[in-house]
């Protein structure tokens, strides 16, 4: 059975970088799509970012151009690196698998989620 768990978060600076990882255990981890989700106090959850097991991508537009996912199979770990991070970046951040070739709306399996705090 897949089971996600992430690490990485932290309080950052505004302007700052973090790396958040996602690693999986259970499964062959290749064949999966894995999606980094993100919720903010008093907000809903949104998808941030998603990489599928072709390796296409996907951004928000509100981290486009400051986030970047990529994955090593070798070491069943998806990463989320972080730069150029404001406050609104501030949220719980969640990793989800789906078995499938395509990031899209549902995932299976859900990580416990990691705090990002940005704040000066």
């Known amino acids: 059975q897949l089971q996600l768990v992430e690490s990485g978060g932290g309080l950052v600076h505004p302007g700052g970088s973090l790396r958040l990882s996602c690693a999986a255990t259970?499964?062959?981890?290749?064949?999966?799509?894995i999606a980094w989700f993100r919720q903010a106090p008093g907000k809903e959850r949104d998808a941030a970012a998603c990489i599928s097991s072709v390796d296409a991508t996907f951004y928000a537009e509100s981290v486009k151009g400051r986030f970047t996912v990529s994955r090593d199979n070798a070491k069943n770990t998806v990463y989320l690196q972080m730069d150029s991070l404001k406050p609104d970046d501030t949220a719980i951040y969640y990793c989800?698998?789906?078995?499938?070739?395509?990031?899209?709306?549902?995932?299976?399996?859900w990580g416990q989620g990691t705090q990002v705090a940005v704040s000066s």
């Open positions: 259970g499964v062959d981890f290749r064949y999966y799509t």
């Open positions: 989800a698998a789906r078995n499938s070739p395509i990031c899209g709306l549902t995932y299976d399996t």
